[in-house]
């Protein structure tokens, strides 16, 4: 018998406050210099004229952009960069009081206590993850729940002092790694490339120079010469304890010969 049931709706409240968020945010990352510029304070000798005051970004394509590019209308040196118009100068409006953590409905208290500071903390692992090349590899160092924790301990606004803090400094790691160490991590994740070729390249050298006939000779030499010599110690003992009297005997088999 087949039972019929309804599927609940997914939640986008994860959803709204990442597009919230990101409405938030300026258009470029690397427009502070544009945006706060202003035509009065224009001067020939430090600032471009075609560029200064305006919200500008470099972009790239596939085909020739000078070829589509009109004098009369657009300045040459405009090719290859893409132009919008800057932010509204209005001061944002005044912030809310915030709601009180113990009656609030846990949609409010998400928005206001937990996401203001978890998706800076998701924002700043996606470009480390980016930086370390963790879209390109298959195992990669970079561990994105270590460095959310020293991310958010050191963003914490209820303490200062923690700027420098690392993830092994953290008390609360401290105490669980000594019930729960972790096992060392592989050379092949510890290295860097520059450092791993460097090992491979000296290793090779290595190789090179072992297999010349020359270290060939010697090495067979001194595996030839340590064959000799393996019982060598053995050798020497016996012949000592051949020379050295019997326990209770007080004269040596030499003297014996002598004194006949």
């Not at 990352?29 to 305006?54: C, I, L, M, N, R």
């Not at 609030?104 to 090349?133: G, N, Q, S, W």
């Not at 002092?161 to 729960?180: A, C, H, Q, S, Y």
């Not at 070729?197 to 000296?202: D, H, N, P, R, T």
Request: overall charge negative; hydrophobic content about 30%.
């Amino acid at each position: 018998m087949s039972v019929l049931t309804q599927v609940s709706k997914p939640n986008d409240l994860w959803n709204d406050i990442c597009k919230e968020f990101q409405s938030r945010r300026p258009s470029y990352d690397d427009d502070a210099a544009s945006v706060s510029t202003d035509y009065e304070d224009f001067d020939p000798a430090k600032h471009t004229p075609v560029f200064y005051g305006q919200m500008h970004a470099k972009v790239t394509v596939d085909f020739d952009v000078a070829a589509e590019v009109d004098p009369a209308i657009s300045h040459p040196s405009c090719i290859g960069y893409a132009f919008c118009q800057k932010p509204s100068t209005t001061k944002p409006p005044q912030s809310q009081p915030a709601p009180p953590k113990d009656t609030c409905p846990p949609r409010v208290y998400l928005e206001h206590y937990v996401f203001p500071y978890i998706l800076p903390a998701l924002e700043e692992t996606l470009k480390t993850a980016k930086e370390e090349r963790c879209f390109q590899r298959k195992w990669v160092k970079f561990n994105a729940l270590d460095f959310m924790s020293e991310y958010l301990y050191r963003k914490n606004p209820n303490f200062t002092g923690r700027e420098e803090t690392k993830l092994m400094e953290i008390p609360f790691v401290k105490e669980w790694l000594k019930d729960n160490p972790r096992p060392p991590l592989p050379l092949s994740l510890v290295w860097t490339e520059d450092e791993a070729a460097l090992v491979i390249q000296s290793r090779w050298r290595g190789y090179q120079v072992r297999k010349t006939p020359e270290v060939q000779e010697l090495w067979q030499w001194q595996r030839e010469w340590r064959e000799i010599n393996r019982n060598i110690q053995s050798c020497v003992n016996d012949f000592w304890e051949s020379k050295m009297p019997e326990k209770g005997d007080t004269t040596s088999p030499e003297l014996e010969e002598k004194s006949e």
